[in-house]
């Protein structure tokens, strides 16, 4: 090459120095940089939330000593916790499964939305007259398949069009909203309920139960089990091969004969449907009914789970809750220490952009990077 | 302060001698430049042979300014000068002609060279500039259209604009980095030919990186001879042989022979395309009409000037570009660049630059061995479940048979050297039966070894009955490898000729378009 950087085979071999520690050390060493860097933007935005609360007079140490005790440090708080992280895990999965195929989408608010609407819509005429049972798994396929739609097209769209798929996902959440206050403000809207717009309420027999023995919803378990699931299918599958090849490198996957479109717009759909299931736990384990509160930022904060778990689904369950700690806490912090709510958002801002920067510091340190016996040609 | 900025810009018009002492650069722990001193008499065109990587562009880049040498001087008439950026080069006089162009293609030649000032000023008068230019203009050997957009220029007539720009700019120490690599033999010849006549009337001095030696024997003077970052050799072209010369460059390492050109065993399969039409990226038909038979144990090489359709075609019979129009044969049945035809008719491929367009650089070298065999048996089971150990067993037998140096399987593919990337696509393309073989310059940026490792393989798939395009944007590699010659012009087939007895000048000729 005559032009660019020089390579290794430009080296005499004198300089080649060789390598130290055993390969699995080595390896240990080379990985532990995906665990300290994502750390290390964590204490940053911890220091300059630190910073925002005593601009504004309030004592960084009381914020701690809240966030665990509202969110960790009793039986009560940490079930509430991880009831919260349910559909932290669910959005962030619908984050991390299109990293893997190259896509940004961050459209998972608008699929759980619609999701959650979806289950509660088609319920209001099986109330009363089929069984639970039955009436909970037609909410469910009803939540996937319609939030599986969502977020598929803004994967059809990428593949077909070539449609940013960001902008898509993202301005299809808002007309997800749009269209779940239309139906509910309207046609839909319970005549009984005078205060908020909602759908007919599913009623206590229709609810989806604890899981036994703690006060945490199914949708937990149900996310945790999503998430093995998911990681299983990325890596052990031909699916997930192809999936990660053409993440990897589109023109590869192209000169693989891969089925790319499909791909992609599988990918979208699984997504989708990890978001729109999420909507269906809300619905059917938390509110009872879709409204307005349905768009609480779930799938907002799922963005930032997935990308601080670098996407890998094992890792997005133990930072959903971590994630869904903060968010049960924010109650307590906003009545104790007379914070507005939005201060939470203030510090999930702030990890997410120091996080983004920290994307820039992969490959700068030596430390990470034990010479590899890199063998010239 | 820069030294150049102490100094009065250089106003001479002859070109001046050039010097570096010692020069030695470190990236890390690589010694790309170790203590090269070459010297180049005004008036003189002077070669900088090398293997690719040996460090021809770093000592240029040192020279320029971009890099700063760790230690060692540079000497300009015998001074001693110092270069701390691209901006002081230009002050003392020393230009350079990269590779591709730098040209403003919407703009005009005479745009571009006013623009290309560094004092233009904000408001340009055109018609004291014009009268100017073509006062500087008149003084030149060459000339080129000052009214049209670059864009619509030759590559020949682009080339010329580059070296008119720096002789415009008044620097008179010219770096030519693979001036010629765009440009058709004919075209080559000419400006090549332009430049010595003016570096022989004193007018200019010219430094060439080249890995061309019927260039550097036709054109040059004196030639240094660079390998592994130090200066091997060198001295008066046409004392040294050809043979010499490509000595100091490979070292002692050991050169595959080219296998020889054997009738094949079997009979594999014939690849035809007719009447194909493909779209460039701006929706033009690049490829437009281009029709072709390969038979079975033949190589047909595609020349032709870069840019008139090679990369859509390829693209095209790869499957990363839609086919507007016409057919793909195989054995008279219809292809298309599907996974299932892949494997059904046998076609694999070898792109230029593998690691960009055939490998996953973070996946493993067993995975990405594994990418014509991930989903089938013994790496897949019931089509979807994935077993690591096959892939890996795989991997192993291929590292071994390839000669491929990587520490583990599963080691990132982008932490191996480039010669061993392209070794393990060879492996995964190459270690089943190959009925057709779609290759794409695949050569580009490799050392002599890998090259002849490469081409050996290439002809080894022919003489086991394989029907193989070749297309390069190098003709000897073409006119060593092809049995027939096919050159493309305007994205159709121009011109077809035996490679035996085929003519350089026809084929150049043929390239221009004419």
């Known amino acids: 090459m005559s032009t660019g950087a020089p390579t290794a085979s430009e080296v005499p071999a004198v300089a080649m120095k060789p390598a130290a520690g055993s390969d699995f050390a080595l390896r240990l060493r080379a990985n532990s940089e995906y665990v300290a860097i994502p750390a290390f933007a964590l204490l940053m935005a911890a220091l300059l939330f630190a910073l925002f609360l005593l601009a504004i007079g309030k004592s960084p140490i009381d914020f701690v000593a809240y966030v665990w005790r509202g969110g960790f440090g009793t039986a009560f708080s940490f079930q509430n916790t991880l009831q919260r992280s349910s559909p932290l895990i669910l959005t962030a999965l619908a984050v991390a499964i299109p990293a893997r195929i190259g896509l940004i989408m961050i459209g998972a608010e608008g699929a759980l939305v619609l999701g959650g609407f979806a289950a509660a819509a088609i319920a209001v005429p099986m109330i009363g007259v089929a069984p639970p049972f039955l009436t909970l798994a037609i909410m469910v396929v009803a939540a996937i398949a319609v939030g599986g739609l969502w977020v598929g097209i803004a994967g059809y769209l990428r593949y077909a069009r070539g449609v940013n798929e960001t902008i898509a996902s993202l301005l299809l959440t808002y007309i997800g909203i749009a269209i779940m206050n239309f139906f509910v403000e309207g046609v839909l809207r319970d005549a009984s309920n005078p205060n908020k717009p909602s759908t007919k309420p599913l009623g206590d027999a229709y609810m989806v139960g604890k899981i036994p023995g703690t006060d945490v919803h199914w949708g937990f378990a149900v996310g945790v089990l999503l998430a093995i699931a998911l990681y299983i299918l990325m890596t052990r599958t031909t699916f997930g091969f192809a999936a990660r090849v053409t993440g990897g490198n589109f023109r590869a996957a192209l000169a693989q004969g891969l089925p790319v479109g499909k791909l992609i717009v599988s990918c979208a759909m699984i997504a989708g449907g990890c978001a729109g299931l999420a909507g269906f736990f809300e619905v059917a384990a938390i509110q009872g009914r879709a409204n307005a509160s349905l768009a609480a930022g779930y799938g907002f904060t799922g963005i930032l789970v997935s990308f601080l778990a670098r996407h890998n689904p094992l890792v997005i369950v133990p930072v959903a809750i971590l994630f869904g700690g903060l968010v049960a806490s924010g109650g307590l912090i906003q009545r104790r220490m007379d914070l507005p709510d939005a201060t939470v958002l203030v510090l999930q801002g702030l990890i997410f952009v120091v996080l983004l920067t920290s994307e820039t510091l992969y490959g700068r340190f030596a430390f990470f990077k034990p010479i590899k016996g890199r063998d010239r040609t | ?514």
């Open chain 2, 1 to 514: 302060m820069s030294v150049a900025q102490m100094l009065p810009p250089a106003v001479t018009t002859k070109g001046p001698s050039l010097e570096t002492i010692g020069m030695t650069k470190v990236f890390g722990s690589l010694v790309a430049l170790n203590d090269v001193s070459i010297k180049v008499p005004a008036g003189s065109f002077h070669a900088l042979l090398g293997e690719n990587g040996a460090g021809k562009s770093t000592l240029v880049k040192c020279i320029m300014g971009f890099y700063i040498p760790d230690k060692g001087a540079l000497k300009l008439d015998g001074q001693e000068v110092a270069v701390h950026n691209p901006r002081d080069a230009q002050a003392l006089g020393i230009g350079m002609v990269y590779q591709h162009f730098t040209l403003v293609p919407s703009l005009t030649a005479a745009e571009n060279l006013v623009a290309s000032r560094a004092d233009a000023p904000a408001v340009i008068n055109w018609r004291k500039e014009r009268r100017e230019l073509e006062t500087f203009l008149d003084r030149m050997p060459f000339r080129v259209p000052l009214d049209r957009p670059v864009s619509s220029l030759a590559a020949g007539e682009k080339q010329k604009l580059e070296i008119l720009k720096l002789l415009y700019l008044n620097q008179r120490f010219l770096i030519l980095d693979e001036p010629t690599s765009v440009l058709t033999p004919g075209e080559a010849d000419e400006i090549l030919g332009l430049l010595r006549d003016m570096a022989h009337r004193g007018e200019i001095t010219v430094a060439m990186i080249s890995h061309k030696f019927r260039e550097v024997e036709a054109f040059c003077d004196d030639v240094s001879v660079l390998r592994r970052g130090a200066k091997v050799g060198g001295g008066k072209v046409g004392v040294l042989t050809t043979r010499e010369m490509a000595a100091m460059m490979i070292g002692d390492a050991v050169i595959r022979q080219s296998a020889a050109r054997v009738d094949p065993p079997r009979i594999g399969a014939s690849l035809e395309i007719a009447g194909l039409f493909v779209e460039n990226d701006e929706g033009r038909d690049a490829v437009a009409g281009f029709d072709l038979k390969i038979k079975s144990g033949e190589i047909v090489g595609i020349a032709g000037v870069s840019g008139n359709g090679q990369s859509e075609l390829v693209e095209a019979l790869s499957g990363q570009r839609p086919i507007k129009m016409g057919q793909v044969l195989i054995n008279d049945q219809d292809f298309e660049p599907k996974r299932d035809h892949f494997y059904r008719f046998k076609v694999f491929g070898l792109p230029e630059e593998p690691l960009k367009n055939a490998t996953v650089p973070t996946m493993s070298v067993a995975e990405n061995m594994a990418f014509r065999s991930f989903d089938k048996p013994p790496i897949a089971s019931m089509k979807w479940w994935l077993s690591p150990e096959p892939m890996r067993a795989q991997a192993r037998d291929l590292i071994a048979r390839y000669n491929v140096k990587t520490p583990t399987p599963d080691t990132p593919i982008r932490d191996l050297s480039g010669g061993n990337v392209q070794r393990a696509v060879l492996a995964r393309e190459l270690s089943v039966d190959v009925d057709v073989l779609i290759v794409a310059n695949p050569c580009f940026g490799l050392d002599f070894v890998s090259v002849a490792d490469i081409r050996a393989q290439i002809m080894d798939q022919r003489n086991r009955g394989a029907a193989v395009l070749l297309v390069s944007e190098d003709l000897d590699e073409i006119l060593e490898l092809s049995d027939r010659i096919a050159v493309i012009s305007e994205g159709k087939v121009a011109y077809l000729t035996p490679a035996a007895g085929a003519d350089r000048t026809t084929i150049g000729r043929y390239m221009a378009g004419h």
